[in-house]
């Protein structure tokens, strides 16, 4: 692992973010009126999960990360086998809220990308899971929405890129209302959950947007809307936004985003220092540069955070068909442990000194923390 000099990188919003909010006011006004939808909030969330995990990890999990505290939860089986969802990010109340708890609850967050060649796709879609009691894990799906002008008012459609596949959503943090989820080529999403609402019906899981008086969201019960974009500037070295995690023990606390290469160890991550009263990137004649850049020093980075200085990194298939998990510091070898089948984004839970994945293949989708080395 090793620091970058010479290049620097560069985000802005492609719009003031006060037009992203006001194109979301405006969709909740028409949501909430003429098409029969309400407003909703992460309270409403934890009061309708509707799923339950399994306890406990898988076999193959277990005995592969003996001897590092490991510790999570499986999804239903429905959820533990679809084909068509893949889990890829990762967060939770630790990211949230510095108190490490949301609602009073110890809560993991998740994405997972609609992995189908029909068009259009169902995009992206979130989970919450309240792991307060990992032996009692109950979690709820949530769509991801995009506000769109159509004809005059504004609608919404899954999240998508812009040529229509869906969102990969690779990486997420959670943070007070928002969340940041990577957009690969281009920068970084932010979601609003302050601005969540439940759509009309819940009976068409074809059917997104308003059409005829009614809303729906793929049958979800719940859809969060986008408010803006981060983009790579015309004046940035260029770099791919794979995952992101969050270092919130910093000063100022800081997004990590980071590339994903198969077969090269170039990948690069940069840290995005954020504001932490507002909660959005810290923004100095409109734009964010980038605090520090590295060249993290190994193939299939998935995930990434930064604790104290040493930077963490989720890495996939390089034991056989294994992970492994990396700590490293700029000019300093990396040190590993084993790692889960199917490794992913990675999230630190700062009261537990935990780190987290979500692995994604079918049939192996443990949620699995172990103690941070």
Known sequence: MRGIDGCAYELALEAPLSQGEALADRLLARVTGEAGGQRRDITDVLGALNRQGRVGLGSATTTRLSGLGARGFRWNSGDEDVSYWYPQGITGSSD?????????????????????????????????????????????????????????????????????????????????????????????????????????????????????????????????????????????????????????????PALVTGEYISDQVSGKAAVWPLDAESGLLETRQGSTVASQALVIGQTRAQGGVRVGGDVYVSSSSQDGNQGRLYRGRPGQANTSVNWVYGAEDLYYERAYDLLWTAAEHPGARDVVGVERF
């Open 96 to 252: 949230a809220e510095a108190s490490g708890q949301v609602e009073g609850r110890r809560l993991i967050m998740t994405s997972w990308y609609h992995k189908t060649d029909a068009r259009p796709t169902k995009g992206a879609r979130l989970s919450v899971a309240d792991i307060t009691d990992l032996n009692d894990v109950s979690y709820r799906h949530l769509l991801l929405v995009d506000p769109v002008e159509e004809g005059g008012q504004v609608n919404y459609t899954s999240a998508e890129y812009d040529g229509g596949n869906a969102l990969h959503a690779g990486g997420i943090v959670w943070w007070g209302r928002y969340v940041y989820v990577v957009d690969t080529t281009r920068g970084i999403r932010v979601y609003d959950l302050g601005r969540m609402f439940r759509p009309s019906d819940t009976d068409d899981t074809g059917a997104i947007g308003i059409r005829g008086g009614r809303s729906d969201a793929h049958g979800y019960l719940f859809a969060v809307p986008r408010i803006g974009r981060y983009r790579l500037t015309s004046e940035s070295c260029p770099v791919r936004f794979s995952w992101v995690g969050l270092d919130r023990q910093s000063d100022p």
